[in-house]
């Protein structure tokens, strides 16, 4: 089993940054992907960023260029720098683990990031 356990998550005005936290404990295979999430109320939960074992990332198109996802393999955590927030990144972002074997996802609880205009 795994848990993820998020932070950082927050209220910023327009321009401003935050930076979340994911923890990841239980079995972690090195091969799992870990990403973040975002979810908007009535709207479907969209991809914001994920980051392999290896280092290789990926963004949507929304947030390259002032959204940066990393990783520290040795601490099983992964961090979303987030600059230049604007009011439409407000969202509940969830830290996700893809595992490769069996495809499976894993979930952490979410955490609230409203951005003020």
């Known amino acids: 089993q795994v848990q993820l356990v998020e932070s950082g998550g927050g209220l910023v005005q327009t321009g401003g940054s935050l930076r979340l936290s994911c923890a990841a404990s239980g079995s972690i295979f090195s091969s799992d992907r870990m990403g973040w999430y975002r979810q908007l109320p009535g709207k479907q939960r969209e991809l914001v960023a994920t980051?392999?074992?290896?280092?290789?990332?990926d963004y949507a198109d929304s947030v390259k260029g002032r959204f940066t996802i990393s990783r520290d393999n040795a601490k099983n955590t992964a961090y979303l720098q987030m600059n230049s927030l604007k009011p439409e990144d407000t969202a509940v972002y969830y830290c996700?683990?893809?595992?490769?074997?069996?495809?499976?996802?894993?979930w952490g609880q979410g955490t609230q990031v409203t951005v003020s205009s």
């Open positions: 996700n683990l893809f595992r490769y074997f069996g495809y499976v996802n894993y």
């Open positions: 980051v392999t074992s290896g280092g290789s990332t």
